[in-house]
């Protein structure tokens, strides 16, 4: 399947030097899946709701110190193809050319749309993300910001002091209520009302009920849910109900990532902050990945998720990154991860902490092998 129907021509454009204030009446007013940017009336990149997230940007900043670069596909491209794209670049819009003019955009939301049907063969804790990164409902706004930049991550899921559901804060939330304060108190120096939103505490912005799902629910399900209720992602729990423990977040991003799966002998990749990479290219990390993966001949790699972070710590100019690998296998999930100053010293740490959990995998594996094969032995006798 390709894109062909399923991009629209329909989107909103808006120049580089525009004011992020105007930017931010146009989410509010439009509530756009992302903003086409352009210098010049040539496409530059693109702007998403995410983007907007960041404390002390002042209106009168200009939209091309948020722009990020979308790689621009072709109105025909494969569906897999473009759900790659979109997942990699972080973002919920692509921009769209026929021939070397811009079309139009293409979202997630539009594709999902069209593969629902196809979607009931997946469940969701096959696909959904474990490693839940949840805050306290009495955290404050400011803390609740800097892990989301930290994790890049768009939802936290929020507890209370026995670690039990009570709500869910999004991008969202907190853009609309900056945007929301910000026309409150008009304009001017508003340095002390941003200190006053960092402070407040997270269950004044977080929304509640919370909308769940339960791990054996269908994809496709879920995803009508999320569609029809225009959410970007759910908290899995044990019952399907907020006031629960949280065993993990369903994201419309995971559900782009599944499309990505492929059941070709090669093996399929995903690299999350693709622009992190430096001297190290895709093909060597899928041949890294590869490498790893083979000292474990009965190990089936269904998928690959290579996922970088940038610290703010340099060392001669050069970013400390972490690296985290995780492979989605016949025989369950492995990962590793590392540190290391350069997406391809960070890469190689963490492939040689996946390599010793593969093998310690292995391990495990014959050990139950082996107890098995007596248990068999001894039911003879």
């Known amino acids: 399947m390709d894109i062909a129907d399923i991009a629209t021509s329909e989107y909103i454009e808006i120049d580089v030097d525009e004011r992020l204030g105007k ?17 010049d009336g040539e496409y530059a990149g693109v702007i998403g709701e995410r983007d907007l997230v960041r404390s002390r940007i002042e209106d009168d900043t200009k939209a091309d110190v948020l722009m990020r670069s979308a790689p621009r596909v072709d109105r025909t491209e494969d569906v897999r193809e473009v759900a790659r794209v979109l997942v990699e670049g972080g973002t919920k819009v692509a921009p769209v050319y026929e021939g070397n003019a811009l079309w139009g955009i293409v979202t997630a939301d539009a594709i999902l749309d069209a593969v629902l049907d196809s979607l009931d063969a997946l469940t969701v804790e096959q696909i959904q993300t ?25 939802r936290l899921p929020v507890v209370d002091d026995a670690d039990l559901l009570v709500g869910i804060l999004t991008t969202h939330d907190i853009v609309d209520f900056v945007v929301r304060d910000a026309d409150r108190q008009g304009r001017g120096d508003r340095r002390g009302d941003l200190d006053r939103m960092l402070d407040l505490p997270v269950y004044d912005l977080m929304t509640d ?7 054996n629910e269908t994809v496709e399900d879920a995803v009508r849910q999320m569609l029809d209720s225009d959410v970007s992602g759910l908290v899995v729990t044990p019952s399907g109900d907020d006031g629960d ?24 990749v995903q690299i999350t902050n693709v622009k992190l990479l430096d001297t190290i290219s895709r093909e060597e990390i899928v041949e890294g990945i590869t490498g790893v993966a083979d000292k474990y001949q009965k190990m089936q790699v269904h998928h690959a998720h290579v996922r970088f ?9 050069t970013p400390l990154i972490q690296c985290q690998i995780r492979l989605r296998t016949n025989h369950g999930q492995v990962g590793g991860s590392g540190e290391g100053y350069g997406a391809d010293h960070a890469f190689h740490v963490a492939a ?3 390599e010793r959990n593969v093998l310690e995998l292995k ?8 107890r098995g094969q007596l248990l068999r032995k001894l039911g003879e006798l």
Request: proline fraction near 2%; charged fraction near 30%; aromatic fraction near 4%.
């Open 309 to 317: 972070h940038e610290h703010k710590e340099k060392l001669r100019g």
């Open 363 to 370: 391990g495990l594996r014959a050990d139950e092998q082996y």
């Open 130 to 154: 474990d490693d839940v990164i949840t805050i306290g409902e009495k955290s404050h706004v400011g803390q609740a910001i800097n892990r989301l930049r930290e994790h890049g991550v768009s």
């Open 352 to 354: 040689d902490t996946l």
């Open 245 to 268: 423990d949280v065993s993990g977040v369903l994201t419309k991003t995971d559900v782009l990532r599944a499309l990505t799966f492929t059941e070709e002998d090669r093996m399929d």
């Open 209 to 215: 009920p919370v909308l769940t799902t339960v791990g």
């Open 23 to 39: 930017v931010q009446s146009i989410f509010e007013r439009e509530n756009p899946k992302g903003l086409i940017v352009t210098r």
